[in-house]
């Protein structure tokens, strides 16, 4: 006889042979999606921190811009009013004079054309 040995195995040796050996596959399949899993991470990590790096100024401008907004909508706001104030006093100055004028051009009116009529006739006779 040759020097092969063979050596019998149970159905329950032949199980354990079979688990242990798809348990090693499946933990080289786990290793490697971690590592697949551990580079998306890192990827998301440097992403993340030049977003980071690039928005906090764009946040800090955007800020800087809506607090000059803001002075410029109070300085407008002041100016409206000042314009609504000016706009009342001068309307309540027109009505003013409108009435303070009225009935002396009405009445200077009406005596011209009175006295232009009375030349009129003045001159037909």
Do not use: H
């Amino acid at each position: 006889m040759s020097g092969l040995v063979l050596a019998e195995m149970s159905a329950s040796d032949l199980a354990l042979v079979i688990i242990t050996g798809c348990s090693i596959v499946a933990v080289v399949a786990v290793l490697f999606a971690l590592q697949r899993i551990l580079i998306a991470v890192r990827w998301v990590t440097r992403t993340l921190d030049e977003l980071n790096a690039q928005a906090l100024p764009l946040i800090d401008d955007m800020a800087s811009a809506l607090e000059e907004a803001n002075y410029e909508l109070e300085r407008v706001d002041r100016l409206v009013g000042s314009a609504e104030s000016i706009s009342a006093t001068v309307d309540a100055t027109s009505k003013l004079a409108y009435r303070a004028l009225s009935a002396p051009v009405i009445k200077t009116v009406a005596l011209r054309s009175g006295a232009s009529k009375a030349a009129r006739r003045m001159r037909k006779e």
